[in-house]
């Protein structure tokens, strides 16, 4: 289960110098200049409840994703990424209802992005950037509640060292931008336990909606956004056993809004599962919101 | 009488003209063209740099033109080379570098510096 949960978060924080925009569920794309800073907060809900079993599970995760950027050069940009995340799981035990589930900070992320490839032309650009982040066990993987120590889809952190690597592209234009990004995070081990490891696609359009035509100066943008995201994840690992209720295949739709201006964004948007193949018993997505903001400086 | 006001007005007004119109030509405006700027959270980052070279007192982005008009301050001029850099560290590149006449440099709106 907990490369499933990974998945979904990694769907919002890093499944990702330079000037352009950004999709709303993955981070990679973040614009920012040489010598300038980017700061982006999301708030986020998900529901994570699609149980065939008895036990009737029903995850909730709630919180924050922090995300710091800065230009070191036109071409290298560095991030930092800290979520905080409340989980809570409900489930029925020996007919009893519980409830488990803590709040805290996570795994700190530091992502490096290269701007390899750049074709710019009037009012449109064209960039490939591959990117590496590092995840580290910075968050809390010891903590328990009344019952016992949590499991691992529940603790704060992972307690291990994550890899992963992949490269955006973006197209954009005035009227429409497209990003494409290709991932693969390898899961460290940690008590024990190890998550899958996951691949994943992400692509995103956004679409001018508003102003329709373009007069002088910077007018504001009003972006329709609809975002797609193919996760793989890989069988979780518990000792040297595969744990067969676990990873599988999601496709994620996430329609949003985003009001772009020149200092700052805000966006919204909302994830759906459209496809869930999932193994075993693995909990599947009931659905995701996000909405946040981030600012130039 | 009269001749000695009629002096004295024309006095002033050449004052004023000359005044106006030193200050006009001291006036410099220059027009970037920039290659991939594409949406307005992009020109953040151009307005920044252009703004922060020396003697720029404002700077107005035209997004669908692609242009950057940059006013200096009285008595400065900016180099090619100088803007070139300036666009490139914003993640652009520089298509057209253009010095405009007064009319254009004080006409310029409000923009970022």
């Not at chain 1, 794309?29 to 036990?55: C, F, N, S």
């Not at chain 1, 032309?121 to 009344?146: I, M, N, Q, W």
């Not at chain 1, 995201?229 to 999601?250: E, F, K, Q």
């Not at chain 2, 200096?72 to 570098?97: C, I, K, N, W």
């Amino acid at each position: 289960m907990r490369a499933v949960i990974a998945t979904g978060l990694a769907a919002l924080c890093l499944a990702g110098a330079t000037a352009w925009g950004a999709p709303i569920t993955f981070n990679t794309a973040l614009p920012v200049h040489q010598g300038g800073w980017v700061l982006r907060e999301q708030v986020i809900y998900r529901k994570i409840a699609d149980d065939a079993t008895a036990a009737r599970r029903d995850l909730r995760l709630a919180g924050v994703v922090s995300v710091l950027g800065y230009g070191v050069s036109r071409d290298l940009a560095v991030f930092g990424l800290l979520p905080w995340f409340d989980r809570r799981l409900e489930l029925r035990s020996a007919g009893q209802n519980l409830e488990r589930g803590t709040q805290g900070f996570g795994d700190l992320s530091l992502m490096a992005r290269y701007t390899a490839y750049e074709r710019n032309s009037p009012g449109r650009t064209l960039r490939v950037a591959p990117f590496l982040v590092v995840k580290a066990p910075t968050g809390s993987d010891e903590a328990r509640d009344r019952l016992a120590r949590l499991p691992p889809s529940l603790q704060p952190g992972s307690g291990a060292w994550d890899l992963l690597a992949g490269a955006v592209s973006t197209w954009q234009t005035l009227d429409f931008q497209l990003d494409g990004q290709l991932s693969y995070r390898t899961n460290g081990e940690a008590n024990g336990f190890r998550a899958g490891d996951v691949v994943r696609f992400d692509g995103s359009l956004q679409y001018r909606l508003w102003p329709r035509r373009l007069a002088g100066g910077v007018p504001a943008f009003v972006y329709g956004v609809l975002e797609a995201n193919l996760i793989h994840a890989a069988r979780d690992r518990v000792g040297v056993t595969r744990d067969l209720n676990s990873g599988g295949t999601t496709l994620f739709v996430s329609p949003g809004l985003q009001y772009v201006t020149r200092k700052w964004i805000v966006e919204a948007g909302v994830q759906i599962p459209l496809l869930q193949d999932l193994n075993g018993t693995a909990l599947g997505y009931d659905f995701g919101l996000s909405a946040g903001f981030r600012v130039n400086f | 009488m009269l001749n000695g006001k009629l002096i004295g007005r024309r006095i002033a007004v050449t004052l004023g003209l000359a005044l106006f119109a030193s200050n006009a030509l001291a006036q410099t405006a220059y027009r970037i063209q920039v290659d991939g700027l594409a949406c307005p959270f992009c020109a953040y980052g151009i307005e920044k740099k252009l703004g922060a070279i020396a003697g720029v007192a404002r700077v107005e982005t035209d997004i669908a033109a692609g242009t950057v008009t940059a006013t200096m301050a009285d008595g400065a001029t900016m180099d090619e080379a100088s803007a070139t850099r300036a666009v490139q560290e914003a993640g652009f590149s520089l298509r057209g570098f253009e010095a405009l006449g007064q009319a254009a440099a004080n006409g310029a709106g409000a923009g970022a510096k």
